[in-house]
């Protein structure tokens, strides 16, 4: 699966932002797709993640009630929703299938949120 993430940017604290992870391929449906980030001089730790068919939903507890992660597989389209962004959301964010690939890593998107 290749995928391409896009829609990150510099926001406020309080900002919100809407990330995209397209993929290409036609069996993107298939998968359970998750959201990771690597904050500066940490490891990339997951964020969130999405079955097939959406049927079931994980968030890390730290971002619980500010992000929403939702699909559109007519689209092979993954995204997340971040709302009441903070400064330790600072990141780079990727998109993945769940559990992870090393061969499916995109270029990810930077977040930004100035306090």
């Known amino acids: 699966v290749q995928v391409v993430e896009s829609g990150g940017g510099l926001v406020q604290a309080g900002g919100s932002l809407r990330l995209s992870c397209t993929a290409s391929g036609n069996t993107f449906n298939i998968y359970t797709i998750g959201w990771y980030r690597q904050a500066p001089g940490k490891q990339r730790e997951f964020v969130a993640r999405?079955?097939?068919?959406?049927?079931?939903?994980v968030y890390v507890d730290s971002v619980k009630g500010r992000f929403t992660i939702s699909r559109d597989n007519a689209k092979n389209t993954v995204y997340l929703q971040m709302n009441s962004l903070k400064p330790e959301d600072k990141a780079v964010y990727y998109c993945?299938?769940?559990?992870?690939?090393?061969?499916?890593w995109g270029q990810g998107t930077q977040v930004t949120v100035a306090s």
């Open positions: 999405i079955s097939s068919r959406s049927w079931t939903i």
């Open positions: 993945n299938t769940h559990p992870s690939r090393d061969s499916n």
